[in-house]
Each structure stands twice: as structure tokens, then as C-alpha cells.
């Protein structure tokens, strides 16, 4: 079992900035990617950033360039920097990891409210 706890979220204006971080504990020996998902009121949950064992990044369009997903290995750490936010940003912002083969957590989720 992995536990995982989001912190850093709260309430910006527009074009500021917020550092998201996401705490894993438990069996954290046998995640491999971890990634940030978001759901705005009544949307769907959306994929933000993946981000594999080894480093490497994906972005969805509407983030690419503001935000930038980073991981500690040896600290068990996710982070999701991010940058000139706007007011479609505002969501509650959840951690995911991957336990291969079948096994996936996530996180209670952290508020992002971006004001206009």
C-alpha cells in the first residue's frame, strides 16, 4: 500500500505562482510513474503532467511552458511547480502513482483557486 498526501495548494491571483508537493509513503519501493491530475467543478479529471521513474515529462497544451513537474526519488517526493497561473487553473489538483502491474493510488486532492 502507498499513502499519498498533497500540500501547497490555496488561493492566488492571476499570474502568480504556487509549488504543489505530494509526500508518498508506504511501499514507496514499487512506484514507478507518478503524474499531477485535476478536476475543475463539473469537469472531468484531467491528466496535467506524468512523469516516469527516470525523469521524463509530459504536459498537457494547456500547461505546457507554466508548469513543471519534478520528482525526488530518494525523498519520495512529487512536485508540481506552477507558474502564471490563470483562472481556468483553479481545480482540485491530485497526486497519482503507478505500482506496476495493477496497483494505482491517489491522493486526497489540494485546492487551486486562481482569482481574476
Known amino acids: 500500500q502507498v499513502q499519498l498526501v498533497e500540500s501547497g495548494g490555496g488561493l492566488v491571483q492571476a499570474g502568480g505562482s504556487l509549488r504543489l508537493s505530494c509526500a508518498a509513503t508506504g511501499d514507496t519501493s514499487c512506484i514507478s510513474a507518478m503524474a499531477w491530475y485535476r478536476q475543475a467543478p463539473g469537469k472531468e479529471r484531467e491528466l496535467v503532467a506524468p512523469?516516469?521513474?527516470?525523469?521524463?515529462?509530459l504536459y498537457a497544451d494547456s500547461v505546457k511552458g507554466r508548469f513543471t513537474i519534478s520528482r525526488d526519488n530518494a525523498l519520495n517526493m512529487l512536485y508540481l511547480q506552477m507558474n502564471s497561473l490563470k483562472p481556468e487553473d483553479t481545480a482540485v489538483y491530485y497526486c497519482?502513482?503507478?505500482?506496476?502491474?495493477?496497483?494505482?493510488?491517489w491522493g486526497q486532492g489540494t485546492q487551486v483557486t486562481v482569482s481574476s
Open positions: 512523469i516516469t521513474s527516470g525523469g521524463s515529462t
Open positions: 497519482y502513482a503507478v505500482c506496476p502491474p495493477l496497483d494505482h493510488y
